[in-house]
């Protein structure tokens, strides 16, 4: 197993804590159309893991954790579809989102009820 190098963790985390805000934001504004996210496509990939360190430092929700992601991975050349799914009432209702590819146990027990393609490579 080869270490990811620091520098590119360390750039991740920067993309990160900027892509997290402008999810954030862009989530907060009911009139916001579209997600504008910093380009990744110049960090290496092995920066995803600061973008999961900052992910969960940072306690996103699904949804933030799951767009963030997704637009790491398409300017990575992995076009992943976010999912959406929900558990029946009588079950106590819940909502979660992840995306295609991210471990089964990831969506267990959710109903898909939404889709949303992956953004072209860039933003």
Same mark, same amino acid.
């Given at each position: ?9 360390? $750039? %991740? +985390?920067?993309?990160? !804590? #900027? @892509? =997290? *805000? ?8 009911? /009139? ?16 995803? $893991? %600061? +973008?999961?360190?900052? !992910? #969960? @430092? =940072? *306690? ?8 963030? /992601? ?24 819940? @909502? ?28």
């Amino acid at each position: 197993m080869t270490l990811p190098r620091p520098l590119s963790v360390a $750039r %991740g +985390v920067v993309w990160g !804590l #900027r @892509a =997290r *805000r402008r999810v954030v934001r862009a989530l907060d504004d009911a /009139r916001a159309g579209r997600i504008e996210v910093p380009d990744s496509g110049s960090i290496r990939p092995a920066g995803i $893991r %600061g +973008v999961r360190l900052v !992910l #969960r @430092a =940072r *306690r996103a929700s699904c949804l933030v954790d799951a767009l963030v /992601r997704q637009r790491w991975h398409a300017a990575h050349g992995s076009r992943l579809g976010l999912v959406i799914g929900v558990t029946p009432l009588w079950a106590g209702f819940s @909502a979660h989102a992840w995306l295609e590819g991210d471990p089964p146990w990831s969506g267990a027990g959710f109903t898909e009820l939404a889709w949303r393609p992956a953004p072209s490579g860039e933003n």
